[in-house]
């Protein structure tokens, strides 16, 4: 932090960035669980420095434009600025440490297998309401069949008794005294 750099409260950050006090703070909660730590006042209030600013641009880039989930988003912004931070700090040329990487790389591979073994219980959840909805409408089709047969036997049966009747007419007349 230089001395000309200036606090800037959650709200007017929030302005800054184009989004909204809840998004703030959740964009702060994903960045603090990869590491990176901004800074507090007494009351435990977050403050933000120019820094600060920079890395929020940075996620808002990745979750807004580029469409990235805030977890993967996150997790790129740290390791950036942490991959930054380790150059500045190694202004010799030295053997980089694979460790943080590997690290990285198990994190990001422990994230992929924990998607994969998600999207598969969604597929068979999908599945199982496919399912669901087909035998539903079978079902429905059945009974709207039923109901059709219904109906027609219904109209055959009053046609059937309206003819009898007519029948009835014709030969009472006969008998009839005119």
Not at 64 to 79: G, K, M, P
Not at 167 to 177: A, E, I, L, P, T
């Amino acid at each position: 932090m230089e001395v000309t750099d200036k606090p800037v409260a959650p709200k007017e950050a929030s302005v800054s960035l184009g989004i909204g006090d809840s998004t703030l703070r959740k964009w702060c909660l994903a960045i603090e669980h990869h590491g990176y730590n901004f800074p507090r006042t007494d009351n435990n209030r977050r403050v933000f420095f120019d820094k600060d600013m920079v890395i929020l641009r940075q996620l808002r880039q990745l979750v807004q434009v580029q469409n990235l989930s805030l977890e993967n988003a996150s997790l790129i912004v740290v390791t950036k600025l942490n991959e930054e931070a380790s150059e500045e700090k190694n202004t010799e040329i030295a053997v980089p440490s694979n460790r943080y990487d590997e690290e990285v790389i198990q994190e990001l591979l422990d994230h992929i297998e924990r998607q994969e073994k998600f999207n598969k219980k969604l597929l068979q959840r999908l599945d199982e309401q496919q399912k669901y909805i087909e035998e539903r409408l079978e079902k429905r089709e059945q009974l709207i069949k039923e109901n059709i047969k219904e109906s027609q036997e219904t109209k055959k049966l009053l046609l059937e008794a309206k003819e009898e009747k007519k029948q009835r007419k014709g030969f009472m007349k006969w008998f009839s005294k005119d």
